[in-house]
């Protein structure tokens, strides 16, 4: 059995109408064309719809049954209509999103609060996990983005790499907060909070004050940077974190700030990147919010350095 479209489209307008004349004015056809369509259609079918008497078409009991099944399927047909183009659109559907802390509070629901203003139909996940974390949700297609800690080369994931450079957190009211770039030598003997043993940022860090001749005192060590901050706040130490950070902070302190941050020399970079599964094609709506979240990236990494 092939029904088709038109067919369905021509019983119902012969079930409304009473006439093949008035169904074909209806659907802007000729007489013939519907007279066409209805008798394929009874003929895919099987089945007999109408009596023929005299020219005039009578519908039996079947055409009656059939009526009610053609409209549920013309809405269906519809409704999907409908929303294959507000997805065309980027008005429906869902994003899985999934980020490292850093992004976590403020960034990412900044983003996501953003792109779905105006699309009340877009569903998100927006999930907080550790970086490994997230490579394995994204490698096993558990969701559509990911925001991380670089990982290493994978064939299961599609990455585009960001190089943060990292800047000096320090308090406003510190004599170094008078010094437009900070560098290893300001910050020698003096403690600071840092990424744990191992991590690529820290031994960037270390080789930058060894190749400077100052002295690395890690006195705070953590997994990220975001409570770091509050230590700084303290008094208690320095920080040379990511730009992301540094962002939601100012983000989050909209009045009396008691930090500062002035661009650390020589660089310093926290690797990032926008993960994706890289079996499966992105959808319109992926694609687009990357696009937001790129362009956002590439302007926080800008906004601390000038």
């Known amino acids: 059995m092939n029904l088709s479209f038109k067919q369905l489209q021509a019983f119902r307008e012969v079930m409304r109408t009473g006439s093949i004349s008035e169904a074909a004015r209806a659907l802007n056809r000729t007489q013939p ?6 008798t394929t259609l009874e003929a895919e079918l099987g089945i007999d719809l109408f009596e023929r008497n005299r020219g005039r078409l009578i519908k039996k009991p079947e055409a009656q049954f059939f009526l009610e099944e053609t409209e549920a399927i013309l809405e269906r047909l519809n409704h999907c209509t409908k929303t294959m ?10 994003l899985r999103i999934a980020c490292m802390p850093a992004s976590s509070q403020f960034m990412m629901p900044r983003l996501v609060a953003d792109f779905v203003r105006d699309k009340p139909q877009v569903k998100v996940s927006l999930m907080m996990r550790a970086s490994a974390i997230i490579e394995e949700w994204i490698a096993s297609q558990q969701f559509d983005i ?5 990982p290493a080369p994978s064939g299961a994931i599609k990455t585009e790499t960001f190089e943060l450079a990292c800047i000096c957190a320090l308090r406003s009211d510190d004599p170094l907060a008078e010094k437009s770039i900070i560098t290893p030598k300001d910050l020698s003997g003096r403690p600071l909070a840092t990424l744990q043993e191992d991590h690529p940022n820290l031994l960037a860090t270390q080789a930058a004050f060894k190749s400077a001749g100052a002295q690395f005192n890690a006195r705070f060590e953590l997994r990220n940077f975001q409570p770091a901050l509050k230590l700084v706040e303290e008094g208690l130490c320095y920080c040379i974190c990511d730009p992301m950070t540094a962002s939601s902070y100012y983000e989050y302190q909209l009045q009396e700030q008691a930090l500062c941050f002035r661009p650390f020399a020589p660089e310093v970079h926290l690797s990032v990147a926008i993960l994706q599964p890289a079996h499966r094609p992105a959808s319109e ?14 302007a926080i990494n800008q906004q601390f350095q000038t």
Not at 33 to 38: E, G, H, K, M, P
Request: proline share 0%.
């Open 33 to 38: 064309a519907v007279s066409s369509l209805i």
């Open 85 to 94: 183009k507000e997805i065309a659109d980027l008005k429906e559907g869902r």
């Open 146 to 150: 990911g925001l991380a800690e670089t």
């Open 285 to 298: 709506l992926s694609s687009a919010f990357i696009d937001i979240l790129r362009a956002d990236l590439l």
